[in-house]
């Protein structure tokens, strides 16, 4: 491909992105209720985190009713993500609580072999630079051996 082509490939793709992207944020905010305009603003301008506005939305809006708004409006694949969450099994606290043992268990275990290789390593390390000062000690008696020969 020719220098010419590679420019006009990277300019067509400069015009796709650009078409893609709103021109402004308020191009996004038509059609919006009121506090919804108002939680994008913000979002858009930095004044809010986006965590802290899912939480905002997360209390005024339940997933039913979410769900009951957008009915045939979601992709497949959304809609199938949110048959399986609310299929998703509750579990009881005696589960719960055993379910935390099992995981501090295996938690607790890890910490114990890392622990494990942990001092493994610190001792080869020890024995690692004695034998370097050991080395170094030869090296230099053997230089000065040789400088007096």
Not at 49 to 78: C, F, N, T
């Amino acid at each position: 491909m020719g220098r010419a082509a590679g420019a006009n490939l990277r300019s067509s793709r400069g015009r796709e992105q650009a078409s893609l992207a709103p021109a402004d944020s308020s191009s996004l905010l038509q059609g919006s209720d009121g506090a919804a305009a108002e939680l994008i603003k913000q979002v858009l301008s930095a004044q809010l985190g986006l965590h802290e506005a899912l939480a905002h939305v997360h209390e005024r809006m339940s997933i039913e009713d979410a769900e009951r708004r957008l009915d045939g409006k979601l992709p497949q694949d959304v809609a199938a993500l949110l048959k399986i969450h609310k299929e998703a099994p509750s579990f009881d606290e005696a589960s719960l609580d055993k379910a935390r043992k099992i995981l501090n268990q295996m938690v607790e275990n890890s910490f114990a072999e890392l622990d494990n290789v942990i001092i493994d390593c610190k001792a080869f390390e020890i024995m690692n630079r004695m034998s370097y000062g050991q080395v170094t000690t030869d090296l230099a008696r053997l230089g000065s051996e040789t400088a007096e020969a």
